[in-house]
DNA sequence: TTTCGCATGTAAACAGTTACATGATTAC
DNA sequence: GTAATCATGTAACTGTTTACATGCGAAA
């Protein structure tokens, strides 16, 4: 999914600016299914509007930098239908704690449970925020839908981590004994 | 976690070949971890290799092109030891799948429907290579942690989209209806 | 007979992030 | 005073993927 699409579908919830955009992929709904930067953000924006996918209305306001605020338009609507319509490409994980937890043997014991420990952390983080009401709207279906599958795979997670630290915590501490299952 | 350190996790595992690498990265244990291409590979064992970290040794095979088959060295180890030991970057994740079922609304129900279903495959058809046994070994508390979390995982991410489908697709195809909870 | 698996490698293209440039206001 | 929030944008750098180049043997 290119960064052109990622905008034009934040901005088809509503008119928005780059930096609100940014804000979308942090905080919104769209956090921790997509992630852009400004060094994508801006020039994607530049390039709907020259496409006549987005109108842009240049905004001055009080004691705030101007901002530029963009509005999908009938082609933009088409476009991000369109696109929505491609076949998905497969997700991307990668994941630097699993790896060195996948190498578990070659690293101190108090480390691990310090990388388990954070994680579970900001796991629980994570899903208290997505409580919070008023943290996103959930304005339709398929928003609500992927936050609460959000929650039913960070939930497992952390309960994973809860129930088998200490397990992993013995069998590295003690790797010539035997642990029974 | 850059390329140089995930072929030096896999040589650490046992001797490797830089197709071998590719492998482990697709059927493996390292699998749904982290990934990387050919293009990448090839250049970071030659890396290795120049810095010492590896041995490479030639082989000659019947019936096969040659191989240059990779060990680790114990600057190697200490070089994995050491990359391990570094706090890890954030988990990276992007999913057009999910990005889709967000604007659901956008989308015919019927491809929704087909999208979840698809899905719901994928995962039945992982944690079932996942079960089979000899899929890896396992040789390590690690391992079996990391994949015995995958599982976790994937299985409550199929489980709710098998519980919720029906919900979302009524919600979509009667857009002006109010679904109870 | 065509595709798949084995096997290595390079170059070009593409995508993405980081750092920089600029600057006012507000909250701690 | 210092950090954070608001706000836009570019340029350089880094990393990754794709396509190309080559070719045999085995299975479907």
Redesign the interface.
């Given at each position: 999914?290119d960064t052109k699409t990622?905008c034009l579908?934040i901005i088809?919830r509503g008119a928005a600016s780059g930096y609100e955009i940014k804000k979308a992929f942090e905080e919104g709904?769209?956090n921790?299914?997509?992630?852009t930067s400004y060094g994508s953000i801006y020039p994607a924006l530049t390039a709907l509007t020259r496409e006549g996918l987005v109108d842009c209305a240049e905004m001055a306001q009080e004691k705030r930098p101007d901002k530029k605020v963009y509005t999908i338009t009938a082609a933009g609507?088409a476009a991000?239908?369109n696109a929505?319509?491609m076949p998905?490409?497969?997700?991307?994980?990668?994941?630097?704690?699993?790896?060195?937890?996948?190498?578990?043997?070659?690293?101190p014991p108090a480390?691990i449970a310090m990388?388990i420990d954070q994680r579970i952390a900001w796991y629980e983080n994570c899903l208290a925020d997505m409580n919070t009401p008023g943290h996103c709207r959930h304005t339709?279906?398929?928003?609500t839908?992927?936050h609460?599958?959000g929650v039913?795979?960070y939930?497992?997670?952390a309960?994973?981590?809860k129930t088998?630290r200490q397990?992993?915590l013995d069998?590295?501490s003690h790797p010539d004994q035997q642990v029974a299952e």
């Open positions: 999914m990622l579908g088809s709904g769209m921790h299914i997509y992630h609507r991000l239908e929505l319509s998905p490409a497969d997700d991307k994980f990668r994941s630097d704690f699993l790896f060195i937890l996948f190498f578990a043997h070659f690293v480390r990388l339709t279906a398929g928003e839908f992927v609460n599958l039913a795979v939930s497992s997670a309960d994973y981590l088998n397990l992993l069998q590295i």
